[in-house]
């Protein structure tokens, strides 16, 4: 859910552009992150844990603590809280520690 | 090999702050930032800050991060490395950075580390599900985002951050169920918890949180009531249908550098962690290492730049720079010091910082 109206701030984003979340088309803004993009289509769970496959969502939002990783375009252990999104982008849920081909 | 004579690793109030003062004197610095912009948590801070007018009191954190920022960008003597992650810091001084997937290596002859803390997270069961966020991580998603993290909230701690976050959570439009604090009175100042409580928020003090519930993501926490030893009594719960907890308890340095660099360090639960000894010109045990903010103990963005301001005055000062007034600046920034830390609010940090003198 996007914030419409605010007394201080206004938001600026960039041009409207589509991406995947595990398939599923949806729509974000050039430049937010991508946990930004996911948190407004309504979407909190970003990956499971190694051992006992529980859902985890973000947790810092700032880069810190790992515990937002995603599948990124293929690529696994991406911080989604500070990663920017970006035309066609393919986001997937990480399950298990994730291994660069 | 890239040689700077002051490299400053975060810029925050305290690393932008640093990099102005050492620059002023004329040192020539290099500013290293993991993210893209300059600011550190100022970006997220739309309150107006306190303390006096050399402290920016009266201004909104944004602001404050904006104007530094542009005086930073526009200063010769700094140059500025963004989306560039120190990885490490080595035993011959050169501290390791990763920009664009490219590996740099900085030789500093002075290093100012001014890397912020992290929050702290809470232990009850089921803490992990999605929906349990860090009050900052939220602050971040609702002021600088502009998304909100769900629709109903409990906040979880009474100190500035968390009724200043449930304050601006309602400003964004997201309802705040209530603030719990286990501690028996609130924390934070009084002007802004009146504010939430006068917009209808309750703060339940001498509370904790026992379990939060859902199935894949967050759908309700139980509060209990605490006694005078800080223990539950049953029969108290209070269940909340709420799909956000906010943790506001409190921030842990973030410290590793310098570990890494071998600086003599203590554990100061009253300064939230391990943190580094120091001289009064924040220098640590290993000569040429200064600390500035919230690295050497969690306390607020205002003293986290009055730090930098010393830190970045020392260590230009070292290098051989000087002004005619250098002794009247320094004395300023150490009586801002002071009274910051003055007074019964400041009585914790003040302990604290007498176990860390070097």
Known sequence: MRIKEHPILKFEHGKKVKFYYNGTELEGYEGETIAAALHAAGIRTMRESIHLHRPRGLFCNIGNCSSCLMVVDGMPNVRVCVEKLREGMRVETQRGKGELK | ?358
């Not at chain 2, 932008?16 to 610095?29: P, S």
């Not at chain 2, 860090?134 to 629709?151: E, W």
């Not at chain 2, 209990?224 to 308890?249: R, Y």
């Not at chain 2, 002794?327 to 914790?348: C, D, I």
Request: charged share 20%.
């Open chain 2, 1 to 358: 090999m890239r040689y700077t004579e002051i490299c400053i690793i975060g810029g925050g109030p305290a690393g932008l702050t640093a990099a102005l003062k050492a620059a002023g004197l004329g040192a020539e610095v290099t500013l290293v930032d993991r993210n893209d912009y300059l600011g550190g948590q100022l970006i997220k801070q739309t309150h107006r800050f306190f303390g006096s007018k050399q402290q920016r009191a009266s201004e909104r954190g944004i602001n404050i991060a904006r104007e530094l920022s542009a005086a930073v960008l526009n200063n010769d003597k700094i140059k500025v490395l963004t989306e560039a992650t120190v990885l490490g810091y080595y035993e011959d001084g050169v501290v390791a950075v990763e920009q664009h997937d490219k590996f740099i290596k900085i030789k500093p002859q002075k290093l100012i580390v001014a890397t912020g803390g992290a929050e702290k997270t809470l232990a009850f069961p089921n803490n992990d599900l999605p929906g349990i966020y860090g009050a900052g991580a939220v602050q971040t998603l609702v002021n600088v985002n502009g998304v909100k993290p769900g629709k109903k909230v409990l906040m979880v701690g009474a100190g500035n951050i968390g009724v200043i976050v449930s304050y601006q959570l309602i400003q964004a439009g997201v309802e705040v169920a209530a603030i719990i604090e286990a501690a028996p009175t609130i924390g934070a100042y009084w002007v802004h918890a009146s504010k939430v409580v006068r917009a209808g928020v309750p703060i339940y003090t001498s509370h904790t949180i026992k379990r939060a519930w859902g199935d894949q993501e967050l759908e309700g926490a139980t509060v209990v009531k605490l006694d005078e030893n800080w223990q539950p009594i049953a029969g108290t719960e209070i269940d909340f249908d709420v799909d956000v907890i906010c943790l506001s308890v409190g921030l842990s340095p973030l410290t590793e550098l310098l570990w890494q660099a071998g600086c003599k360090m203590a554990y100061v639960p009253e300064l939230c962690g391990h943190v580094p000894l120091r001289n009064e010109n924040l220098e640590t045990s290993i000569p040429g290492i200064y600390v500035a903010g919230d690295v050497g103990g969690i306390e607020e963005a205002s003293a986290a730049m009055m730090e930098g301001a010393l830190a970045g005055l020392n260590a230009a000062k070292s290098l051989g720079y000087h002004a005619p007034d250098f002794a009247e600046q320094r004395a300023g920034v150490l009586k801002e010091l002071e009274g910051l830390r003055s007074g019964p609010v400041g009585e914790k940090i003040r302990s604290g910082l007498a176990k860390v003198v070097l």
